[in-house]
């Protein structure tokens, strides 16, 4: 692929998420404001790695959510997984 290829695909592909999910200057504002009320929780600091990433995986996508596209599956799709994932370290801690 040529650089002027490649640009073009970045080009593209930064299109196609402003339409799913929305502006990321505004995104990224409505995400760290979501983490960082998440930080500022009595159990934060308790939660383990895995939690905590989780976490602010779903905080991203409800910030896209919120400034994107709603209807946009992928999104609700993304929530569901990060939460597996927790459920399942704990079911096989169990």
């Known amino acids: 692929m040529t650089n ?6 970045i080009r593209d592909t930064l299109t196609e998420r ?3 999910h929305g502006d990321y ?3 990224s504002i409505i995400s760290q404001n ?7 929780t ?5 939660l ?6 989780s976490l602010e995986m779903i ?3 409800m910030a896209r959510i919120l400034n994107g596209d709603p209807f946009y599956d992928d999104h ?7 939460a597996q994932l927790v459920l399942n370290r704990i079911k096989s801690t169990a």
Request: net charge neutral.
């Open 48 to 53: 383990p790695e895995d939690m905590k990433e």
């Open 76 to 82: 609700w799709r993304d929530l569901s997984g990060y």
């Open 34 to 40: 979501i983490k960082s009320a998440m930080r500022h």
């Open 59 to 61: 905080a991203v996508k």
């Open 25 to 27: 200057g505004s995104q």
């Open 42 to 46: 009595p159990n934060w600091h308790k």
């Open 4 to 9: 002027e290829a490649a640009d073009l695909s």
């Open 18 to 20: 402003s339409n799913t």
